[in-house]
């Protein structure tokens, strides 16, 4: 009798603890998302001496005086033209939010806003600036969908720079909407569109910039990243369909863009590495540089032809102690330029060379300085440089 009763117990509290786990379960799954909230806040300040002409009046006029964009380097110009800058807009915030669905499976986003490049604000008095989105993405299984950096870059090869980006001039740097499925080392996506035109005044040889949103054609991209030893690489294309109305009659005229970008990282066993990138193709030019190359431009017959451009970065940084470091940064970007292109004011070429001396007091606070020389050249074979010497302070939290 009590060998049963004892059965009977044992057989009652097994059911109630499968209950209490069931209910369990249900009370999480039915539980509100999880937040967490990151960023960083930094100070930079730069002294940048233009050797060909005027950088603009406040950075406001010229976002190239908030961090160095290689197209923005005045040509041709009459004497140096130095300017100091503050300004603390690259202070960044993050959001992350995860949270498990009632099916079971997890799902998680993340929302980025820092202030860099928005007009709006003043230098008089308030310096107050408007926040700008950078990236707002969920990921729910092996997909990513919303704004976030292009499947056709690779994160892992930017250096470590006082600069905003650093190996600007040959490298890919894009973030846009697209919808990506990762399986293993391969992702693929399809991206947000966009034509960049030049056009050339056959008068005075001045190329402007036509930016349409005519494509119907999303940009593809296929990468594949990989590892062996203490070498990890990345391998990329991009496929896109370019449009133009060039007579303004409804109809578009159209190119197709190509392009391929290899990214590598040697890492050594005392903390240094090395960084490097090589990236060709056709039609790419806003991936490339910030747009320093268009990807197109409207040839003698009229027609639409995707223009050829090339980049190439390299980056070694070397640790002086556990807590300074140096990093010494080469980019370089260019562009076939033909047909009406060739002898006109389009950029041929830009290149930036840095050297930094980064110290951490703590893994979350970083003071850094930088010396930086940039030359942009056009078709027509007028030049110009930049030299800037920058300093930066930054907490992470």
Same mark, same amino acid.
């Given at each position: 009798?009590?060998?049963?009763?004892?059965?009977?117990?044992?057989?009652?509290?097994?059911?109630?603890?499968?209950?209490?786990?069931?209910?369990?379960?249900?009370?999480?799954?039915?539980?509100?998302?999880?937040?967490?909230?990151?960023?960083?806040?930094?100070?930079?300040?730069?002294?940048?001496?233009?050797?060909?002409?005027?950088?603009?009046?406040?950075?406001?006029?010229?976002?190239?005086?908030?961090?160095?964009?290689?197209?923005?380097?005045?040509?041709?110009?009459?004497?140096? *033209?130095?300017?100091?800058?503050?300004?603390?807009?690259?202070?960044?915030?993050?959001?992350?939010?995860?949270?498990?669905?009632?099916?079971?499976?997890?799902?998680?986003?993340?929302?980025?806003?820092?202030?860099?490049?928005?007009?709006?604000?003043?230098?008089?008095?308030?310096?107050?600036?408007?926040?700008?989105?950078?990236?707002?993405?969920?990921?729910?299984?092996?997909?990513?969908?919303?704004?976030?950096?292009?499947?056709?870059?690779?994160?892992?090869?930017?250096?470590?720079?006082?600069?905003?980006?650093?190996?600007?001039?040959?490298?890919?740097?894009?973030?846009?909407?697209?919808?990506?499925?990762?399986?293993?080392?391969?992702?693929?996506?399809?991206?947000?569109?966009?034509?960049?035109?030049?056009?050339? *005044?056959?008068?005075?040889?001045?190329?402007?910039?036509?930016?349409?949103?005519?494509?119907?054609?999303?940009?593809?991209?296929?990468?594949?990243?990989?590892?062996?030893?203490?070498?990890?690489?990345?391998?990329?294309?991009?496929?896109?369909?370019?449009?133009?109305?060039?007579?303004?009659?409804?109809?578009?005229?159209?190119?197709?863009?190509?392009?391929?970008?290899?990214?590598?990282?040697?890492?050594?066993?005392?903390?240094?590495?090395?960084?490097?990138?090589?990236?060709?193709?056709?039609?790419?030019?806003?991936?490339?540089?910030?747009?320093?190359?268009?990807?197109?431009?409207?040839?003698?017959?009229?027609?639409?032809?995707?223009?050829?451009?090339?980049?190439?970065?390299?980056?070694?940084?070397?640790?002086?102690?556990?807590?300074?470091?140096?990093?010494?940064?080469?980019?370089?970007?260019?562009?076939?330029?033909?047909?009406?292109?060739?002898?006109?004011?389009?950029?041929?070429?830009?290149?930036?060379?840095?050297?930094?001396?980064?110290?951490?007091?703590?893994?979350?606070?970083?003071?850094?300085?930088?010396?930086?020389?940039?030359?942009?050249?056009?078709?027509?074979?007028?030049?110009?440089?930049?030299?800037?010497?920058?300093?930066?302070?930054?907490?992470?939290?």
């Amino acid at each position: 009798m009590l060998q049963k009763t004892l059965t009977k117990s044992l057989v009652a509290s097994a059911v109630l603890a499968s209950l209490a786990g069931g209910l369990a379960t249900n009370a999480h799954a039915a539980e509100g998302p999880e937040w967490s909230f990151s960023g960083y806040v930094k100070l930079d300040a730069m002294i940048s001496d233009y050797g060909d002409g005027s950088a603009g009046s406040g950075t406001d006029k010229n976002i190239g005086r908030q961090f160095y964009i290689p197209s923005l380097t005045p040509v041709g110009g009459q004497g140096d *033209d130095a300017v100091t800058d503050f300004h603390a807009r690259q202070s960044r915030f993050f959001f992350d939010v995860k949270q498990k669905l009632d099916n079971g499976e997890d799902i998680s986003g993340r929302i980025e806003i820092d202030f860099l490049t928005v007009p709006s604000g003043d230098e008089r008095i308030t310096n107050s600036y408007a926040p700008r989105l950078r990236q707002a993405y969920l990921q729910y299984k092996n997909w990513l969908i919303g704004q976030a950096w292009s499947n056709f870059q690779d994160l892992s090869i930017l250096p470590e720079s006082v600069d905003f980006v650093g190996a600007t001039d040959g490298m890919v740097f894009m973030r846009q909407p697209q919808v990506r499925y990762t399986s293993g080392a391969w992702s693929f996506s399809i991206e947000n569109p966009e034509t960049t035109v030049s056009l050339v *005044d056959a008068g005075t040889g001045a190329v402007s910039r036509a930016a349409t949103s005519e494509g119907i054609m999303p940009d593809f991209t296929a990468k594949y990243k990989g590892k062996s030893g203490n070498f990890s690489y990345s391998v990329a294309g991009l496929v896109r369909q370019l449009a133009y109305d060039i007579d303004s009659d409804g109809s578009d005229e159209t190119a197709t863009g190509y392009g391929v970008t290899f990214g590598g990282k040697l890492a050594f066993d005392n903390g240094n590495d090395i960084r490097a990138s090589f990236t060709a193709g056709s039609g790419i030019g806003r991936y490339l540089g910030l747009n320093t190359f268009n990807g197109a431009y409207v040839d003698p017959n009229n027609s639409l032809e995707s223009l050829d451009v090339m980049g190439v970065t390299f980056a070694y940084r070397h640790h002086w102690s556990d807590k300074t470091r140096s990093n010494i940064v080469y980019s370089r970007g260019w562009a076939d330029n033909t047909d009406n292109l060739e002898g006109s004011l389009a950029t041929e070429f830009t290149q930036r060379v840095g050297f930094n001396v980064m110290h951490s007091v703590d893994k979350k606070l970083t003071f850094g300085g930088e010396v930086s020389l940039a030359q942009r050249e056009n078709d027509a074979g007028v030049d110009g440089d930049l030299t800037r010497l920058q300093f930066m302070a930054m907490y992470t939290f």
